[in-house]
């Protein structure tokens, strides 16, 4: 009996026992109280209202609070789920949180006021809209610390990405109401693209993003500056648009110090510069104004980039044909795009290739195989002939005894700037951007000689962006290692005119029964419209005759041809009064 009322008294305890249990209850017992006070359901309901009245004040009444106020025994307090909505009547949700849950700050909660400490955020979901339609960005889950001290105020997330990744926010306002951090996101995978944006033509399906942001903004958002680095490591492309077979894995860098300007609502890009493949490196810089129509302008521009080392670096669905040359030396390209973004038709763009010290380095290399007589076997459906390309071809035309009205019909209505540009007709390319964009699928046309030629000779036509990127790099290692009279020979001779008919020879017999260096401006002209659909426009043939339509097409053509000073006024008239006969059978 005397030892029990020891024990229950604290009698006999060591004193550091008896004074730790002391301070204990110094805790315990308000801890208690507290606890007892914030589970009463007066409290709960008055703690409702606080949560309303505070959302209210951000929100106005867009916002949807259902289910009740809990107090958990760590004090914190849980509500949810959330829905903010839009400001206009009738928007949808822009932000959905399942639940809320809010530690708050000690100290101000034993002085009897309830202040946020830590806020955790569960299946937070961010709804944007895109072409008209609302887009799920989430769910993420997250906690949200404030903290003052002496030396100011501190904010900082640090959000849980699905499929591992993590992203946050970590700012400081210092003296002068400027806050000063850091923004991240780190292996951030296609898991958090909207189910919504995955089954385009074209998507991410493997790999991973990070992203981080460093710099310093005006409290009212007036101003700030950030160095942004933004890196994409194994990234795996697939789907319609993009081919038959998945291209990755791609490696992407780029990084950049961006400015924002409240008053002239203006965001730009200095300094940067956009690294691809580990060994593709392009300096950058731009804006874009927030303002109706989005004004912005761009600029790239990349040097003494090595032709063969980066070929090399290309992932296996982008590699390139063994027959297609890989000349040495380094090239210099820029391009400048701008215009309203939300308006592409109007943009404006410029760009230069310079491909002067590959062309030089093939000069005093063995000739490319495509310089000398070699066999071409077209890729088209069926049973395709093989075409010897040369002398040995009694079907063979070489260029030097052609007329000039001919080869000049041939690049006016095909590839006006054929002997002046590096590959690439940027005007063309601007055009085709522009209706690719606005119709909201692959680009088609704007295709030079080169280009053409580049196709037939090593690709199929499907009408993807991995063909579209083969062909361009073709396009180059074929401009620096074949003179252009080469080039446009080799295209004369393999071009298609008609079913199972490839060869200007054979195009010259089959629809006018003569040599092709007999044909007139007339007969040329119409030969060159027919090159971008031959096998659709052969009904012509069948018929006989051209009609009104077409003959306008073809007039215009020689009309061009006079411009130039291919033709004189006499040979138009001559041309224009011309009958167009087609060889029958």
């Excluded at 030396?329 to 391009?335: E, F, K, P, Q, R």
């Excluded at 009309?559 to 006499?570: A, H, N, R």
């Amino acid at each position: 009996m005397r030892l029990s009322t020891s024990i229950a008294s604290g009698r006999g305890w060591p004193r550091r026992v008896r004074a730790a249990l002391a301070v204990a209850g110094l805790f315990l017992v308000p801890y208690a109280v507290a606890l007892a006070v914030l589970c009463h359901p007066a409290v709960q309901a008055r703690l409702r209202e606080r949560i309303v009245e505070t959302l209210r004040a951000r929100f106005g009444d867009n916002f949807v609070l259902d289910g009740d106020v809990r107090v958990d025994p760590l004090l914190r307090v849980s509500f949810g789920p959330l829905v903010v909505h839009g400001a206009t009547p009738g928007d949808p949700p822009f932000l959905r949180v399942e639940k809320v849950k809010a530690r708050p700050r000690i100290g101000a909660l034993l002085a009897g006021r309830v202040e946020p400490a830590k806020v955790e955020l569960s299946r937070l979901v961010l709804v944007i809209t895109a072409g008209g339609n609302p887009v799920e960005l989430g769910p993420v889950d997250g906690d949200l610390t404030r903290e003052r001290d002496g030396s100011g105020e501190r904010i900082a997330v640090d959000l849980h990405v699905q499929g591992g990744g993590r992203a946050g926010l970590d700012a400081r306002r210092a003296p002068g109401d400027l806050w000063r951090g850091r923004a991240w996101a780190s292996r951030v995978g296609p898991e958090l693209v909207p189910p919504a944006l995955r089954g385009g033509a074209a998507q991410i399906v493997g790999g991973s993003m990070s992203f981080a942001a460093e710099g310093t903004a005006a409290s009212d958002l007036a101003s700030a500056e950030a160095h942004v680095h933004v890196s994409a490591d194994g990234i795996v492309l697939a789907g319609e648009r993009i081919g038959s077979a998945p291209v990755g894995p791609l490696r992407a860098e780029a990084e950049g110090t961006l400015s924002w300007n409240a008053h002239d609502r203006r965001l730009s890009l200095a300094g940067g510069r956009v690294t691809l493949l580990g060994a593709i490196r392009a300096d950058a810089q731009g804006d874009i104004t927030l303002v109706p129509g989005r004004p912005f302008s761009l600029s790239l521009r990349a040097d003494g980039l090595d032709f063969a080392s980066a070929v090399a670096l290309l992932p296996r669905a982008l590699a390139l044909p063994s027959t297609v040359p890989c000349p040495a030396g380094t090239l210099d390209v820029s391009a400048e795009v701008a215009g309203p973004l939300l308006a592409p038709s109007d943009w404006t763009l410029s760009a230069a290739l310079d491909l002067s010290r590959m062309r030089a380095a093939a000069r005093v290399a063995p000739p490319v195989a495509l310089r000398a007589p070699f066999v071409h076997r077209p890729t088209a459906s069926g049973a395709a002939p093989a075409i010897a390309i040369g002398p040995a071809n009694p079907d063979f035309v070489s260029i030097g005894d052609l007329p000039v009205h001919v080869i000049r019909a041939i690049t006016t209505s095909e590839d006006g700037g054929f002997f002046g540009h590096e590959g690439f007709d940027f005007g063309e390319l601007r055009n085709a951007l522009a209706e690719g964009a606005e119709a909201g699928r692959v680009v088609r046309g704007g295709s030079t000689i080169t280009q053409q030629l580049a196709k037939n000779l090593y690709l199929t036509g499907e009408k993807t962006l991995t063909r579209k990127v083969r062909e361009a790099v073709i396009t180059i290692a074929l401009e620096a290692t074949v003179p252009k009279q080469r080039l446009l020979e080799v295209y004369l001779n393999i071009v298609e005119w008609g079913p199972g008919i490839w060869g200007l020879g054979p195009a010259a017999r089959h629809w006018f029964g003569k040599d092709a260096r007999e044909l007139t401006p007339l007969e040329a002209a119409f030969l060159a419209s027919i090159i971008p659909n031959p096998n659709r426009y052969h009904f012509m043939h069948d018929r006989g005759a051209m009609s009104e339509a077409w003959r306008r097409r073809v007039e215009d053509v020689l009309l061009k041809m006079t411009e130039q000073g291919v033709l004189g006024d006499e040979d138009l008239f001559r041309a224009l009064a011309e009958p167009v006969v087609f060889t029958p059978g």
